[in-house]
C-alpha cells in the first residue's frame, strides 16, 4: 500500500510538471492561439482541408476545375518561414524595405474572431517575394477570380466589361444573417463561403465595414501602386471587380497550384 501511494505521489508530481511547463510555453508561444470558426458552411458540399506555414488548418473548396480556400488566410508568416510584419497601430505601408504587413480587424486578439475573419493584409504583403501563400497554394490572379466568377454564374445573370457579375455574390457568399448583419440573400451554393471581413484603409489605422463586405485580394496589378480585389456586399447579389491602393488593408484566399 505504501508503495502504490508513492507511485501514485510520484505520478501527480510528474502530471503537474508536465502541465506547468506547458502552460509556460503557452505563455511565451508567439504562434496564434487555435479558436473556434463560427463560418456557416455549405452542409451540402464536401470539403478538404490545408495547412498553412504556421499550422493552421483551413477548410477548402473544389468548384469547377478550381481549389480555393474556403476560409479567410490568417498566417503571420511568409512561406520561408519570415514573420509578417504586424503593422496594428503603424501606418501602411511600414518602410520601404519591410512594406509588408497584417493586422485583425480592429486590431483584436480574440482567437475565435481571427480564426472566423482571418486576417487582413496589405498588398505589398500580397506580392512579397517570400509568397503569403503556403507551398501548393498561390494568391489569385485577376484571371482566376474570373474564372470563378463565371463558373459560378454559369451564364446566368449579367457580366460587365469588367468580369463582375450581377449573381455570383450571392452564390459565393456564406447564407444567412449571422455574419452579414442585415437581410443577406446569398445561398453559398458553391460552398466559397465568403465572410464579410471588412478593410483596413491605407496609411493608419482605420477599420471599415466588418459585417458588410468581403474584400479579397487579387495578385494583378492594375498599375504600379493598385492591385485588382474582389467585393461584394449584402445589400446586392453580384460579385465584382475593382482596384485600390497597395497600403490598404483586405482579406486573402489563396487558390492551390
Not at 470558426?37 to 504556421?54: C, H, I, L, Q, R
Not at 517570400?130 to 454564374?153: C, K, M, Q, S, Y
Request: net charge neutral; proline share 5%; glycine share 10%.
Amino acid at each position: 500500500m505504501k508503495k502504490q501511494l508513492i507511485n501514485l505521489l510520484c505520478a501527480a508530481m510528474v502530471l503537474y510538471s508536465v502541465g506547468l511547463a506547458s502552460c509556460c510555453k503557452d505563455k511565451d508561444d508567439d504562434t496564434p492561439r487555435v479558436g473556434q470558426s463560427t463560418a456557416v458552411f455549405n452542409p451540402d458540399k464536401t470539403y478538404g482541408t490545408m495547412t498553412d506555414t504556421e499550422g493552421n488548418v483551413y477548410r477548402t473548396i473544389t468548384i469547377g476545375t478550381q481549389t480555393w480556400m474556403a476560409e479567410n488566410l490568417r498566417t503571420t508568416r511568409y512561406r520561408n518561414g519570415d514573420p509578417i510584419p504586424n503593422g496594428a497601430t503603424t501606418d501602411w505601408p511600414l518602410s520601404d524595405n519591410t512594406p509588408g504587413g497584417y493586422c485583425s480587424y480592429n486590431n483584436t486578439s480574440d482567437p475565435d474572431t481571427i480564426v472566423t475573419y482571418g486576417l487582413l493584409y496589405n498588398g505589398y504583403a500580397v506580392l512579397d517575394g517570400r509568397n503569403l501563400a503556403p507551398e501548393g497554394w498561390h494568391i489569385p490572379t485577376a484571371a482566376e477570380w474570373d474564372t470563378l466568377i463565371a463558373f459560378v454564374a454559369a451564364g446566368e445573370g449579367t457580366t460587365d466589361m469588367y468580369g463582375s457579375n450581377s449573381i455570383a455574390g450571392g452564390r459565393l457568399r456564406e447564407a444567412g444573417t449571422l455574419h452579414w448583419g442585415r437581410a443577406n440573400r446569398a445561398t453559398n451554393s458553391s460552398g466559397f463561403t465568403a465572410l464579410p471581413g471588412g478593410h483596413r484603409g491605407p496609411g493608419k489605422p482605420s477599420f471599415n465595414q466588418v459585417g458588410y463586405t468581403c474584400n479579397f485580394w487579387s495578385a494583378t496589378l492594375y498599375d504600379s501602386f493598385i492591385l485588382y480585389y474582389y467585393n461584394s456586399c449584402p445589400d446586392f447579389l453580384s460579385f465584382g471587380k475593382m482596384a485600390f491602393t497597395m497600403p490598404a488593408g483586405f482579406s486573402v484566399r489563396c487558390v492551390k497550384n
